[in-house]
C-alpha cells in the first residue's frame, strides 16, 4: 500500500473498504464527541490549482473536525509558480505538515509532489483521475442499496471520474458499463489496467458507444459534465456538443434503467446539458448525498493514511 492516494488502483483493495466503513462510521457519529479527535495536533496543508467548492470546503470542514489545523496553499500565491521545484516544494511542505491534499491540472504535478513528500499525498482530482469523489460515491452506493453488488452505469464523458471508476470496479470487483460517445472514451492505457486486475477480482467491465444499452437495468446512472475545467471554452463546446448526442440523463434513458435505479453526478452539474433538472432534482437522484459524503469518506482517507483508525 503507497503512503499516498493518487489513484484507486494502486491502492489496497482493504484501504478501500476501510475507507468505505469508517466514512459510514464517522457520518453516523459526526457529532459524538466520544469519537475523539484522531488527528489532534497535526497540520494538512490543501492546494489548488482548479476552482473547488465541494472538494476544497469538505476537506477544510473534515480536517477541522479531525483535530488538525488546515492550510491553503494557491499554486499562484505560492513559490510553485514561481518554479520553485516539486522536490524543494515537497521537503518544505513535510517540515510542516503531516499531509498534502492537492487539485491539479495534471496528474503529473500530484505525483512529483508525492513522489518526493515522506508525508501522504492526496489527490484531490487532477486531468485523469478523482479518487476522493470515487471512494465517497462508493460509501453512497452502499447506503443507497446495501451494498456495492449492483450494476452501475457512467454514462458521458470518459475522464477523471471514469478512470477512478474502473480502479475502483477493477479493486473491488464491481460490476461497471461505461457508456461514452466514442470520441470521448476512456483511456485505452487505463481501461486495460483495470479490466486485467479485474480479470483476478471478480469485476465486470463493459464498455459501450450505445447510451440505451450502457444504461439498460443499471441500478447506479452516474454521470458527469461533459467538458472538464479547463477543457470548456466556448469554442469545445460548439464543436463537440454534437457527439453527445443520446447521452444526456432524462426521464427517456433513465425509463430504460432498472425502476429503482438512482441518478449520481459528482457536480457541479452543467444543468440541461449532461442531465436534465427533472434527472437531477427527481426522487431517484441522489447527487447531494454524493456531495455530502465527500466529508465523512475525506475523513476517514486521511484518519486511515495517517494510521490513526
Ligand atoms: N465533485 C467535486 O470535486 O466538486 P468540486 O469541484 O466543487 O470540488
Ligand atoms: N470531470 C470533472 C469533474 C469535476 C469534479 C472535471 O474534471 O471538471
Same mark, same amino acid.
Given at each position: 500500500?503507497?503512503?499516498?492516494?493518487?489513484? #484507486?488502483?494502486?491502492?489496497?483493495?482493504?484501504?478501500?473498504?476501510?475507507? #468505505?466503513? %469508517?466514512?459510514?462510521?464517522?457520518? =453516523?457519529?459526526?457529532?459524538?464527541?466520544?469519537?475523539?479527535?484522531? %488527528?489532534?495536533?497535526?497540520?494538512?496543508?490543501? #492546494?489548488?490549482?482548479?476552482?473547488?467548492?465541494?472538494?476544497?470546503?469538505?476537506?477544510?470542514?473534515?480536517?477541522?473536525?479531525?483535530?488538525?489545523?488546515?492550510?491553503?496553499?494557491?499554486?499562484?500565491?505560492?513559490?510553485?509558480?514561481?518554479?520553485?521545484?516539486?522536490?524543494?516544494?515537497?521537503?518544505? %511542505?513535510?517540515?510542516? =505538515?503531516?499531509?498534502?491534499?492537492?487539485?491539479?491540472?495534471?496528474?503529473?504535478?500530484?505525483?512529483?509532489?508525492?513522489?518526493?513528500?515522506?508525508?501522504?499525498?492526496?489527490?484531490?482530482?487532477?486531468?485523469?483521475?478523482?479518487?476522493?469523489?470515487?471512494?465517497?460515491? %462508493?460509501? *453512497?452506493?452502499?447506503?443507497?442499496?446495501?451494498?456495492?453488488?449492483?450494476?452501475?452505469?457512467?454514462?458521458?464523458?470518459?475522464?477523471?471520474?471514469?478512470?477512478?471508476?474502473?480502479?475502483?470496479?477493477?479493486?473491488?470487483?464491481?460490476?461497471? *458499463?461505461?457508456?461514452?460517445?466514442?470520441?470521448?472514451?476512456?483511456?485505452?492505457?487505463?481501461?486495460?489496467?483495470?479490466?486485467?486486475?479485474?480479470?483476478? *477480482?471478480?469485476?465486470?467491465?463493459?464498455?459501450?458507444?450505445?447510451?440505451?444499452?450502457?444504461?439498460?437495468?443499471?441500478?447506479?446512472?452516474?454521470?458527469?459534465?461533459?467538458?472538464?475545467?479547463?477543457?470548456?471554452?466556448?469554442?469545445? #463546446?460548439?464543436?463537440?456538443? =454534437?457527439?453527445? =448526442?443520446?447521452?444526456?440523463?432524462?426521464?427517456?434513458?433513465?425509463?430504460?434503467?432498472?425502476?429503482?435505479?438512482?441518478?449520481?453526478?459528482?457536480?457541479?452539474?452543467?444543468?440541461?446539458?449532461?442531465?436534465?433538472?427533472?434527472?437531477?432534482?427527481?426522487?431517484?437522484?441522489?447527487?447531494?448525498?454524493?456531495?455530502?459524503?465527500?466529508?465523512?469518506?475525506?475523513?476517514?482517507?486521511?484518519?486511515?493514511?495517517?494510521?490513526?483508525?
Amino acid at each position: 500500500m503507497s503512503k499516498d492516494l493518487l489513484r #484507486i488502483i494502486d491502492c489496497s483493495e482493504d484501504f478501500c473498504r476501510r475507507v #468505505i466503513a %469508517l466514512g459510514g462510521e464517522m457520518k =453516523a457519529r459526526r457529532r459524538d464527541p466520544s469519537l475523539g479527535k484522531p %488527528l489532534d495536533g497535526l497540520a494538512v496543508v490543501t #492546494i489548488y490549482e482548479k476552482p473547488s467548492t465541494r472538494t476544497k470546503v469538505s476537506f477544510e470542514v473534515g480536517i477541522r473536525e479531525l483535530g488538525a489545523q488546515v492550510v491553503e496553499l494557491t499554486k499562484s500565491g505560492s513559490q510553485m509558480s514561481r518554479g520553485e521545484t516539486p522536490a524543494d516544494t515537497a521537503h518544505t %511542505l513535510e517540515r510542516y =505538515a503531516d499531509a498534502i491534499v492537492y487539485r491539479a491540472f495534471s496528474h503529473d504535478s500530484v505525483a512529483a509532489i508525492a513522489e518526493h513528500a515522506r508525508i501522504p499525498v492526496v489527490n484531490a482530482l487532477t486531468d485523469l483521475y478523482h479518487p476522493c469523489q470515487i471512494l465517497a460515491d %462508493l460509501l *453512497t452506493v452502499q447506503e443507497h442499496c446495501g451494498g456495492l453488488d449492483v450494476p452501475i452505469t457512467f454514462i458521458g464523458n470518459g475522464s477523471n471520474i471514469v478512470h477512478s471508476l474502473l480502479g475502483a470496479a477493477a479493486k473491488l470487483g464491481l460490476n461497471l *458499463t461505461i457508456g461514452t460517445p466514442a470520441s470521448a472514451a476512456p483511456k485505452d492505457e487505463i481501461v486495460r489496467e483495470a479490466v486485467a486486475l479485474a480479470s483476478e *477480482t471478480g469485476g465486470t467491465i463493459k464498455l459501450t458507444n450505445d447510451p440505451v444499452e450502457a444504461v439498460t437495468g443499471a441500478r447506479i446512472v452516474y454521470t458527469d459534465v461533459w467538458f472538464d475545467m479547463g477543457k470548456d471554452d466556448e469554442e469545445t #463546446i460548439a464543436k463537440r456538443t =454534437a457527439e453527445y =448526442a443520446g447521452f444526456q440523463v432524462n426521464s427517456e434513458l433513465l425509463s430504460k434503467a432498472d425502476p429503482q435505479a438512482q441518478v449520481m453526478h459528482c457536480l457541479p452539474a452543467q444543468r440541461g446539458r449532461e442531465a436534465t433538472d427533472d434527472a437531477l432534482d427527481g426522487p431517484q437522484s441522489i447527487i447531494f448525498d454524493q456531495a455530502e459524503n465527500r466529508l465523512h469518506a475525506q475523513k476517514a482517507i486521511l484518519t486511515v493514511l495517517l494510521g490513526k483508525d
